[in-house]
């Protein structure tokens, strides 16, 4: 079975403060692909990153940064410096290579007050 | 990069009506679309995957007959939510993947029923 765990519910931060959001996952297979998605109140969900099983750096953009770690089934997130704006809620997903779709992480909802 | 256009962005209406909901890719060709519903702060779960000229393969507890797929072609599918009723309110995503685009998401349908 897959699944995908957003242990922290909801986040609350100064602007300014770093932040780690917090994703595990399960799945059985050996090629899959882990994704992250903000979903500001407008609704819509806005792609962050893609990285598939078999690239295990991490990535930095901007004041975004992933940690993905086979080891400990985690792909977790990092926002630097905080800003108002990152204010959203943030869905880890996975897909597993034999599968098309997409199971969501329950989410983490971000709020950053200025 | 790849656009879906979903509409309407929010549709209120009767109980016992019916609303179409419509996600089209705008510059590419979407072989598989899938439709999402996302209850008030919880996460995107799967309802349904079609493939163009195909019948939608349902999640389990979604009801086929209440909520209609169809993809008749490479850049449209639609949603109907078939005699609406107050539960049914919440929010529905599609997204589409291309050969070569990847998954792009709709910016969501909120769908109230009075």
């Known amino acids: 079975a897959q699944k995908v765990t957003q242990a922290q519910t909801e986040i609350s931060v100064v602007e300014k403060e770093d932040v780690t959001l917090d994703c595990v996952y399960e799945?059985?297979?050996?090629?899959?692909?882990l994704f992250w998605y903000k979903q500001p109140p407008s609704g819509e969900l806005v792609f962050l990153i893609r990285?598939?099983?078999?690239?295990?750096q991490n990535e930095i953009s901007g004041r975004y940064s992933w940690n993905f770690q086979k080891s400990t089934s985690s792909f977790n997130f990092t926002i630097t410096a905080s800003q108002v704006v990152d204010s959203a809620v943030y869905f880890c997903?996975?897909?597993?290579?034999?599968?098309?779709?997409?199971?969501f992480g329950k989410g983490t909802k971000l709020s950053v007050k200025p | 990069g790849a656009v879906v256009s979903q509409h309407p962005s929010w549709v209120i209406c009767k109980s016992g009506t019916s609303v179409k909901i419509e996600c089209r890719s705008l510059?590419?060709?979407?072989?598989?679309m899938f439709w999402y519903r996302q209850f008030p702060k919880q996460s995107l779960m799967l309802m349904a995957t079609?493939?163009?000229?195909?019948?939608?393969?349902?999640e389990q507890g979604v009801e086929k007959d209440k909520f209609l797929i169809n993809h008749a072609s490479l850049t449209l599918s639609t949603l109907t939510v078939t005699s609406a009723h107050p539960e049914d309110s919440s929010f529905y995503i599609c997204?589409?993947?291309?050969?070569?685009?990847?998954?792009?998401f709709g910016s969501g349908t909120r769908l109230t029923v009075v």
């Open positions: 997204s589409a993947l291309g050969a070569l685009e990847g998954r792009t």
């Open positions: 799945t059985r297979d050996t090629t899959y692909y």
């Open positions: 990285r598939n099983s078999f690239d295990e």
């Open positions: 997903a996975l897909k597993g290579g034999s599968q098309g779709n997409l199971i």
């Open positions: 510059d590419f060709q979407a072989t598989t």
């Open positions: 079609s493939n163009e000229g195909s019948k939608a393969t349902y």
